[in-house]
């Protein structure tokens, strides 16, 4: 079995920044590519940021580029969300998200399809 806990979720005032964490646990299992996703109530739950494994290779949704940065810690099994200039339509509950390298799910990276495990998702808060 494989978890995905995430930490640093918050309340902020805009402008402030908030780092979320991503740990791996459980079972091994080799990832391909780790993501963060984002989710608002009635609505769809959106990418944010993706790290592949493979070639480090970073991605953004386009509302959070030069704000969010998403890394990795190889040895602690991590995935972080450094997110700063934070505004009101950032609130949200963050999910983590990990694809399989083994994966049978469609390769459509930016879609939560595509994600095998998930976390348990914590909420980010930003007022005005």
């Known amino acids: 079995q494989v978890q995905l806990v995430e930490s640093g979720g918050g309340s902020v005032q805009a402008g402030g920044s908030l780092r979320l964490s991503c740990v791996a646990r459980g079972r091994s299992f080799s990832s391909v590519a780790m993501a963060w996703f984002r989710q608002t109530p009635g609505k769809e739950r959106e990418f944010v940021a993706r790290?592949?494994?493979?070639?480090?290779?970073?991605y953004y949704t386009d509302s959070v580029k030069g704000r969010f940065t998403i890394s990795r810690n190889n040895a602690m099994n991590t995935v972080f969300l450094q997110m700063g200039s934070l505004k009101p339509e950032d609130t949200a509950v963050y999910y983590c998200?990990?694809?399989?390298?083994?994966?049978?799910?469609?390769?459509?990276?930016?879609?939560?399809?595509?994600?095998?495990?998930w976390g348990q998702g914590t909420q980010v808060t930003v007022s005005v």
């Open positions: 790290f592949n494994w493979i070639g480090g290779l970073k």
């Open positions: 998200a990990a694809r399989d390298r083994i994966s049978q799910k469609p390769a459509i990276y930016n879609d939560s399809s595509s994600y095998d495990y």
